[in-house]
């Protein structure tokens, strides 16, 4: 068999480690031979490990094909993909092809009265927090098409993404748009838009307490450092770490008024390096393995 070296990220399950993985001092760590799997593949990312040499077992190439046709239906995936595309060169996020891909839930969602009129202030407010609130949304509801989220959840999650940041409406705009590196006293100030936007959304009815949560905490991290609650993995509810990453993958690849975007390439190694730690390690390898097919 032919020694291939491969990402993480890319390799498939059914991939036959060619080598032992051992730590910084020569301890093993994952023995050659071991088929990969999903908790394989977890637990190296976990690990930091970027690339591994792997034999392609040819009993599960047939099974490949199938899964990955199976994965997502192809129509969608190749709008998914146009649409990753799209938002990586820092174009308008299109409501038909979200629409396409959601049986017209996205507009239906970002149409409802309290979230419309959001939208609409926020539009005339902050041109950015707007096009990352409709981003956030699109790829919130693309990791839970990956999920295979029923149409009530898929609806909810859409919901998370668009507000997580409402609470940012609280905040100055000279802060959100600076320039500058933020002192100190001016960051503690930006990470009260949870807080924020917590309180904004806490009465409103039409809000469920899930997408409430996700407003609230999607920037608490895995291992208990982020805020504002310093809560940890087994606390932080599904939605508002699905949020994180969308949170975090659409900043890095669109531009800012203090920094430039970086390319999809980049924003996966970045991500990956945020597993564990920061992001839920399986939530991001479901993202990361088929935002992956979108450029590759």
């Given at each position: 068999?032919v020694?291939?070296?491969?990402d993480?990220v890319?390799?498939?399950?059914?991939?036959i480690?060619?080598e032992n993985?051992?730590?910084n001092?020569?301890?093993?760590?994952?023995k050659?031979?071991?088929?990969i799997?999903?908790?394989?593949?977890m637990?190296?990312m976990?690990?930091?490990?970027?690339y591994i040499?792997v034999?392609?077992?040819?009993?599960s190439e047939?099974?490949?094909k199938?899964m990955k046709?199976n994965d997502?239906?192809e129509?969608?995936r190749?709008?998914?993909?146009?649409?990753?595309?799209r938002?990586?060169q820092?174009?308008m996020?299109?409501?038909r092809?979200a629409?396409?891909?959601?049986?017209g839930?996205?507009e239906?969602?970002?149409?409802?009265p309290?979230?419309?009129?959001?939208?609409?202030?926020l539009?005339?407010?902050?041109?950015?927090?707007?096009i990352?609130?409709l981003?956030?949304?699109y790829?919130?509801?693309?990791?839970?098409k990956?999920?295979?989220?029923?149409?009530?959840n898929?609806g909810?999650?859409?919901?998370?993404?668009?507000?997580h940041?409402?609470?940012k409406?609280?905040?100055p705009l000279?802060?959100?748009?600076?320039k500058e590196?933020?002192?100190?006293?001016?960051?503690?100030?930006?990470?009260?838009?949870p807080l924020?936007?917590y309180?904004?959304?806490k009465n409103?009815?039409s809000i469920?307490e899930?997408v409430?949560?996700?407003?609230?905490?999607?920037?608490e991290?895995?291992?208990?450092?982020?805020?504002?609650?310093?809560?940890?993995?087994?606390?932080i509810?599904?939605?508002?770490?699905?949020?994180?990453?969308?949170?975090?993958?659409?900043?890095?690849?669109?531009?800012?008024?203090?920094?430039?975007?970086?390319t999809?390439?980049?924003?996966f190694?970045?991500?990956?390096?945020?597993a564990?730690?920061?992001?839920?390690v399986e939530?991001?390898l479901i993202f990361l393995?088929?935002?992956?097919?979108c450029?590759?």
């Open positions: 068999m020694k291939n070296k491969r993480i890319t390799c498939e399950y059914g991939d480690l060619a993985i051992v730590d001092v020569g301890q093993l760590l994952i050659e031979s071991t088929i799997d999903k908790n394989i593949k637990k190296l976990e690990m930091g490990v970027q040499y034999y392609k077992n040819q009993e047939k099974e490949e199938i046709i997502i239906y129509k969608d190749v709008i998914i993909k146009k649409t990753f595309e938002l990586s820092g174009k996020l299109e409501t092809e629409n396409e891909i959601s049986d839930l996205f239906k969602i970002v149409n409802e309290f979230i419309n009129n959001y939208l609409t202030d539009y005339e407010r902050d041109s950015y927090t707007y990352h609130s981003n956030v949304g790829y919130c509801m693309v990791l839970g990956y999920l295979k989220f029923s149409h009530y898929m909810e999650i859409i919901k998370a993404g668009v507000l940041d409402i609470g409406i609280k905040i000279k802060l959100l748009n600076k590196k933020l002192s100190k006293e001016e960051f503690e100030i930006i990470k009260l838009h924020l936007g309180d904004i959304v409103v009815d469920s899930d409430k949560l996700a407003v609230l905490m999607h920037h991290k895995e291992n208990g450092s982020g805020y504002p609650n310093g809560l940890k993995g087994q606390d509810p599904l939605y508002a770490k699905i949020c994180a990453i969308a949170d975090i993958y659409d900043a890095l690849t669109t531009n800012r008024a203090y920094k430039k975007k970086i999809p390439t980049h924003a190694k970045i991500l990956r390096s945020m564990g730690d920061h992001l839920n939530l991001l393995e088929n935002a992956y097919r450029y590759f």
